[in-house]
């Protein structure tokens, strides 16, 4: 089962693949020395991050590496715009649509970086991170910090949120988060129940976020466009009256079925329902989240 989502979710989370393959990967600057990757022309992955440096003496640094089918024009874009190979990726969690890249960094001289149960659950799928030569070979528990190119990358673990082995990344002296999966700007985010994500836990991460940024930080979400401490607390504000509104429901003991065909969310879902998290699929995580912590 936890492997069927795994290798699922690159597919079912990205519809465009279906169609028209990325042919280009597209970068904005968030900072100087910090970019944003994406797919030019489709779904490439996740958002990307990279810190690149002189081009010489410098560690580049790549954050989450895209889906594993794009894994060769991610790779030369990085290089591109580095002047080198990357040096250290880091995983913020165990997508395939976010680590898919890993095996093909790896082989071209990349450490791959991760919390823990990143590397646990690669190794019953490998194939999520393009291969076993894709597997992080330097894990942390808790938190690890990179001092490269005059930055500060602090990384840390947020506990049972998007999955179990989350992590953000906060650049402190240029005043940059990237969150991961931990935000999906203006969008239902995915909850992955199933790899050890949890609602409240999910609302305590952006939380914790929230309280580590002032309304200058730029904030580059795991999906989304680049955002600031005001998107990342209005996406907070729709996930509680969200989670708010099932509750009411579940207090009334009403069966999934029933939250279902109540529609709860229905005032969210002009501006969040997408192809991958509809606002039925939402009701559901909402619902499944709630009524297993009460059960436990
Ligand atoms: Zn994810």
């Given at each position: 089962?936890?492997?069927?989502?795994l290798?699922?979710?690159?597919?079912?989370?990205?519809?465009?693949?279906?169609?028209?393959?990325?042919?280009?990967?597209?970068?904005?600057?968030?900072?100087?020395?910090?970019?944003?990757?994406?797919?030019?022309?489709?779904?490439?992955?996740?958002?990307?991050?990279?810190?690149?440096?002189?081009g010489?003496?410098?560690?580049?640094?790549?954050?989450?590496?895209?889906?594993?089918?794009?894994?060769?024009?991610?790779?030369?874009?990085?290089?591109?715009?580095?002047?080198?190979?990357?040096?250290?990726?880091?995983?913020?969690?165990?997508?395939?649509?976010?680590?898919?890249?890993?095996?093909?960094?790896?082989?071209?001289?990349?450490?791959?970086?991760?919390?823990?149960?990143?590397?646990k659950?690669?190794?019953?799928?490998?194939?999520?991170?393009?291969?076993?030569?894709?597997?992080?070979?330097?894990?942390?528990?808790?938190?690890?910090?990179?001092?490269?190119n005059?930055?500060?990358?602090?990384?840390f673990?947020?506990?049972?949120?998007?999955?179990?082995?989350?992590?953000?990344?906060?650049?402190?002296?240029?005043?940059?988060?990237?969150?991961?999966?931990?935000?999906?700007?203006?969008?239902?985010?995915?909850?992955?129940?199933?790899?050890?994500?949890?609602?409240?836990?999910?609302?305590?991460?952006?939380?914790?976020?929230?309280?580590?940024?002032?309304?200058?930080?730029?904030?580059?979400?795991?999906?989304?466009?680049?955002?600031?401490?005001?998107?990342?607390?209005?996406?907070?504000?729709?996930?509680r009256?969200?989670?708010?509104?099932?509750?009411?429901?579940?207090d009334?003991?009403m069966?999934?079925?029933?939250?279902?065909?109540?529609?709860?969310?229905?005032e969210?879902?002009?501006?969040?329902?997408?192809?991958?998290?509809?606002?039925?699929?939402?009701?559901?995580?909402?619902?499944?989240?709630?009524?297993r912590?009460?059960?436990?």
């Amino acid at each position: 089962m936890k492997k069927l989502a795994l290798l699922l979710l690159p597919l079912a989370a990205s519809p465009a693949l279906a169609q028209d393959p990325v042919t280009a990967i597209k970068s904005t600057e968030v900072v100087p020395g910090i970019h944003l990757l994406e797919g030019a022309d489709g779904f490439a992955g996740g958002n990307m991050t990279l810190l690149t440096g002189d081009g010489r003496h410098d560690r580049i640094v790549l954050i989450d590496d895209g889906l594993g089918a794009v894994a060769e024009l991610i790779y030369a874009k990085a290089r591109d715009l580095a002047g080198r190979d990357v040096d250290f990726v880091i995983n913020t969690h165990v997508h395939g649509d976010h680590v898919g890249s890993n095996a093909h960094f790896a082989e071209n001289g990349a450490v791959i970086f991760a919390h823990d149960n990143i590397r646990k659950r690669l190794l019953e799928n490998p194939d999520a991170a393009g291969g076993p030569a894709g597997l992080p070979e330097v894990t942390f528990s808790d938190e690890v910090t990179f001092h490269v190119n005059g930055n500060e990358a602090f990384v840390f673990h947020l506990k049972k949120a998007h999955t179990d082995g989350d992590a953000a990344i906060l650049f402190r002296n240029v005043n940059v988060l990237v969150t991961g999966d931990l935000q999906f700007h203006g969008m239902f985010p995915f909850i992955d129940l199933d790899n050890g994500g949890d609602v409240d836990g999910y609302i305590a991460a952006q939380e914790q976020l929230l309280a580590m940024i002032d309304d200058e930080t730029r904030v580059v979400p795991g999906h989304g466009s680049m955002t600031d401490k005001e998107g990342l607390a209005s996406d907070l504000d729709m996930l509680r009256r969200a989670r708010a509104a099932v509750l009411d429901l579940v207090d009334q003991e009403m069966s999934e079925e029933d939250v279902l065909a109540a529609n709860p969310l229905a005032e969210f879902h002009d501006d969040y329902d997408w192809m991958f998290i509809t606002t039925e699929r939402m009701t559901q995580t909402l619902y499944r989240s709630l009524t297993r912590s009460r059960t436990r």
